[in-house]
């Protein structure tokens, strides 16, 4: 029993850290602003590191758009409550579309706000 003591507070000590962690898994509506001030949505569903971007066509023209409306691979590279960065990979199996970059932060429960890698602002809420 006396290796119970050490291990029961050194545990303890680490119980900030992991409740520090914010979890991004889930469903979650994406507004975000196109470099032409346009609003536009997108549906992101996480499971741990991993996950899929689908972008939603609000205009006729964008159904056509092979950037739009189909599931794209991302990763989650932070989830924490100062810090959250997510990396889209647009240009996996559809030429023409690019890359993009989300970094924010935790804006209180189920919200984060933050930008593209072009400096667009963007706001997701988890559904």
């Known amino acids: ?21 914010q979890s ?3 469903t979650w509506l994406v507004s975000f602003s196109t470099r032409d001030t346009e609003t536009r949505e997108a ?7 991993e996950g899929t971007w689908t972008s939603v066509a609000q205009l006729a023209r964008e ?22 960065r997510l990396e889209v990979a647009f240009s996996s ?3 023409g579309c690019k890359d993009r970059t989300v970094s924010g932060q ?3 429960a189920g919200v984060v706000t933050g930008k593209l890698e072009n400096g667009k602002p ?5 559904q």
């Open 43 to 49: 549906i992101v569903k996480i499971a741990g590191a």
């Open 106 to 108: 935790f804006e209180g």
């Open 63 to 84: 159904r056509h758009d092979p950037c739009v409306g189909r599931p794209f691979p991302l990763l989650v590279k932070a989830a924490e409550p100062q810090r959250v």
């Open 122 to 126: 963007l706001r997701m809420v988890r």
């Open 1 to 21: 029993m006396s290796w119970f003591r050490p291990l029961f507070f050194t545990l303890a000590g680490l119980m900030p850290v992991l409740a520090s962690a």
């Open 93 to 95: 199996g559809t030429s």
């Open 24 to 26: 991004l898994d889930g």
